[in-house]
């Protein structure tokens, strides 16, 4: 039997139910040995503590305000290392049959000791679970997430004025910077299509954003492209002819 001590996250916006599964971790230590290394109330405040504090497993509810556990595991799951994760959560049968199939651990409260005992055996084996796993259970972020030398930027979706792919990397545009994400275009445009519309292969805009357009002039007076201007940034972005027709029917002439 492996006796290394795990470093465990607590995170549930009730303190009632901290405690509760403090207590029972203090139950079951002496067959999984472990050490509470936090205790926090929302997935915000999770990913902060994550900053400074390494941690083994995170037991986490998923009905949170602020950040919710689903999506607060979706960021989560971009650390290196990504730490295992197990939802503690009053689901029904059904909603739970989701992270049974994406192969998620989830205890149902009220947690017994003998099940938090045989999930935190297994998590010492598991490898963390995927963000595509997690992806077919969430709904939409309300946050985007950028790793900068350690810290952890929250960006919020609400913020976003455009998305850009450059090289494997994508560009997140916000009226006072620009933050660079290890994400796909293709997946942000899948998740956020009621936010953003393709104005090029390359490049989403907000929809809520947009504040008009700007047709350029070809050279030696040729044809030329439309562009669309965004509030709060003096730049324009082309849209490419592949795109025009599209945009302006979802955006309007």
Same mark, same amino acid.
């Given at each position: 039997?492996?006796?290394?001590?795990?470093?465990? !996250? $607590?995170?549930?916006?009730?303190?009632?139910?901290?405690?509760?599964? *403090?207590?029972?971790?203090?139950? $079951?230590?002496?067959?999984?040995?472990? *050490?509470?290394?936090?205790?926090?109330?929302?997935?915000?405040?999770?990913?902060?503590?994550?900053? &400074?504090?390494?941690?083994?497993?995170? =037991?986490?509810?998923?009905?949170?305000?602020?950040?919710?556990?689903?999506?607060?595991?979706?960021?989560?799951?971009?650390?290196?290392?990504?730490?295992?994760?197990?939802?503690? &959560?009053?689901?029904?049968?059904?909603?739970?049959?989701?992270?049974?199939?994406?192969?998620?651990?989830?205890?149902? @409260?009220?947690?017994?000791?003998?099940?938090?005992?045989?999930?935190?055996? @297994?998590?010492?084996?598991?490898?963390?679970?995927?963000?595509?796993?997690?992806?077919?259970?969430?709904?939409?972020? *309300?946050?985007?997430?950028?790793?900068?030398?350690?810290?952890?930027?929250?960006?919020? $979706?609400?913020?976003?004025?455009?998305? @850009?792919?450059?090289?494997?990397?994508?560009?997140?545009?916000?009226?006072?910077?620009?933050?660079? =994400?290890?994400?796909?275009?293709?997946?942000?445009?899948?998740?956020?299509?009621?936010?953003?519309?393709?104005?090029? *292969?390359?490049?989403?805009? /907000?929809?809520?954003?947009?504040?008009?357009?700007?047709?350029?002039?070809?050279?030696?007076?040729?044809?030329?492209?439309?562009?669309?201007?965004?509030?709060? !940034?003096?730049?324009? =972005?082309?849209? /490419?002819?592949?795109?025009?027709?599209?945009?302006?029917?979802?955006?309007?002439?």
């Amino acid at each position: 039997m492996e006796t290394t001590s795990l470093a465990i !996250l $607590i995170v549930d916006d009730e303190a009632p139910a901290r405690e509760r599964l *403090r207590d029972l971790l203090g139950d $079951i230590a002496g067959e999984q040995p472990n *050490r509470v290394v936090g205790m926090v109330g929302n997935g915000l405040e999770a990913l902060r503590l994550l900053e &400074t504090t390494p941690v083994d497993v995170i =037991l986490v509810d998923i009905r949170m305000p602020a950040m919710d556990g689903i999506e607060f595991a979706q960021h989560a799951a971009l650390l290196k290392p990504a730490p295992p994760i197990i939802f503690v &959560t009053a689901y029904d049968e059904h909603a739970v049959q989701a992270f049974e199939l994406n192969a998620i651990d989830y205890l149902l @409260k009220p947690a017994r000791a003998d099940r938090l005992a045989a999930a935190l055996q @297994k998590a010492r084996h598991a490898t963390p679970v995927t963000r595509e796993a997690l992806d077919t259970i969430a709904e939409p972020r *309300r946050h985007l997430t950028c790793s900068e030398r350690g810290k952890i930027h929250l960006i919020p $979706i609400a913020d976003v004025l455009y998305l @850009k792919a450059e090289l494997k990397y994508v560009t997140a545009r916000t009226a006072g910077r620009e933050y660079l =994400l290890e994400e796909s275009l293709v997946q942000l445009e899948q998740e956020f299509a009621e936010r953003f519309v393709r104005i090029h *292969r390359n490049c989403l805009v /907000s929809r809520s954003a947009v504040v008009g357009f700007e047709r350029s002039v070809g050279e030696d007076g040729g044809e030329g492209y439309w562009s669309v201007r965004l509030n709060g !940034l003096d730049e324009l =972005l082309p849209i /490419s002819r592949r795109q025009w027709a599209n945009v302006r029917a979802v955006l309007g002439d």
